[in-house]
């Protein structure tokens, strides 16, 4: 989402728009979130916005539903965000996942057709278009809305008030059109234009809602506006460089994975400790150089803490005495230590250890209540747990010289 759709809001679009449309009555879509008890209606504007190019002619309900599942995919799958405990569209995400075997990082290209050879898919048509098509009307015929029951039935009467009025002045963005085989969605003259013209402002007034419905349900969960799609590519070519050069001018002792206990040298791979798809940040201080492989059997993984996480802090601690730290660096230490960045040179291994557990264990612990696997230990190749992995937090000043010589 854009920082300047970030505290956008529908009722302010048509004053600087591209397409000035005062016939349409689009004050009425900052209305529509109001009182939302699950994401439907959320990703139902969504879908609308994503599928505009397709809507030349009217779309059946079931083409809009394949796009809110594509748009939930990132948040559930592999955000492992909480959509609302009933909500039936985090678990039609769910139950595609696990039938499907998909990868959580899977493409919106291969997701649409998954979804498209689905048997199930009908099904979940029918459950999740049962109601928010005719629902998300509401604001724009609040009388009629109040007057009717919340169920299908009373969705139906009020898809039939908003069709008498499509095409005038008071019109709502779309119609359903009822045939035998699916239920059809037209958008209403003007709207399509309008939408188009106007898509990353209302997208961003869409994704500002659906985070602040999120974060509701998801607290203490870092960066969910942040996980509302799919990753875009990312680089750990600075942070890459940075390891390699502290590698390389280690001296002795050598730096040591500190999954592994393997000697650390040209050949290496940063790795979050705790996972990116839940901190969703390359901040320094959760990354960590390790052999190839290791990150690969980690995955999204939380470390085993009483193990790992010393050693954590221990390897940071030492990279917190090295001469010549660059500013921007230390800033990103202070920020995360809750220090100025003049004391950091002063820092003992044991203080920075203890601040570490302080700032690490409840974000994992909050990562764990959302679902990601915890416990995770380094594996050799015969599947035994490793020796250095058994011997527990007293190995860390092995590995990476005692706290005598860090001082």
Request: proline letters at 7%.
């Amino acid at each position: 989402m854009s920082e300047a759709a970030a505290d956008l809001t529908v009722a302010e679009i048509p004053l600087s728009s591209p397409v000035f449309a005062p016939t349409l009555r689009t004050g009425e879509l900052g209305a529509v979130f109001r009182d939302t008890t699950s994401s439907y209606k959320f990703f139902w504007l969504l879908a609308i916005i994503d599928l505009l190019p397709e809507f030349d002619r009217p779309l059946p309900a079931a083409r809009l539903v394949q796009a809110m599942v594509i748009r939930a995919w990132a948040a559930v799958a592999l955000f492992r965000l909480s959509l609302g405990k009933v909500d039936r569209l985090q678990d039609c995400v769910r139950v595609l996942q696990a039938s499907s075997g998909l990868p959580a990082r899977t493409s919106a290209a291969r997701l649409s057709r998954t979804l498209g050879a689905w048997p199930t898919l009908p099904d979940w048509v029918d459950e999740l278009a049962r109601f928010v098509p005719g629902r998300f009307l509401g604001s724009w015929f609040p009388q009629a809305a109040r007057a009717t029951p919340y169920d299908r039935r009373g969705s139906r009467e009020l898809v039939a008030v908003s069709d008498c009025a499509f095409g005038r002045a008071d019109s709502g963005p779309y119609r359903l059109i009822e045939t035998r085989g699916a239920v059809l969605v037209e958008l209403a003259p003007g709207w399509r234009d309008w939408l188009g013209a106007n898509r990353a402002l209302v997208l961003g007034f869409a994704e500002q809602q659906l985070t602040r419905y999120l974060q509701a349900r998801n607290p203490n969960v870092p960066g969910i506006v942040n996980k509302l799609e799919l990753p875009r590519r990312r680089s750990l070519g600075p942070a890459r460089a940075w390891w390699a050069e502290i590698i390389a001018q280690a001296g002795e002792p050598a730096l040591a994975d500190i999954f592994s206990g393997e000697t650390l040298d040209k050949r290496f791979e940063v790795d979050h400790f705790l996972p990116w798809s839940f901190v969703v940040h390359d901040e320094f201080w959760n990354l960590a150089p390790i052999v190839p492989g290791v990150n690969r059997n980690k995955s999204d993984h939380l470390p085993a803490l009483d193990l790992y996480l010393p050693r954590l802090a221990a390897l940071h601690a030492r990279v917190l005495r090295r001469p010549g730290l660059p500013r921007r660096l230390a800033q990103a230490y202070a920020d995360f230590l809750g220090v100025d960045p003049s004391q950091l040179m002063g820092l003992t291994p044991q203080w920075i250890e203890d601040r570490y557990h302080q700032l690490v264990r409840p974000l994992a612990q909050i990562a764990a209540n959302q679902g990601f696997p915890t416990g995770w230990r380094s594996v050799s190749e015969d599947g035994d747990t490793q020796e250095i992995a058994a011997e527990g937090g007293g190995q860390t000043m092995r590995l990476l010289g005692s706290r005598g010589d860090m001082r």
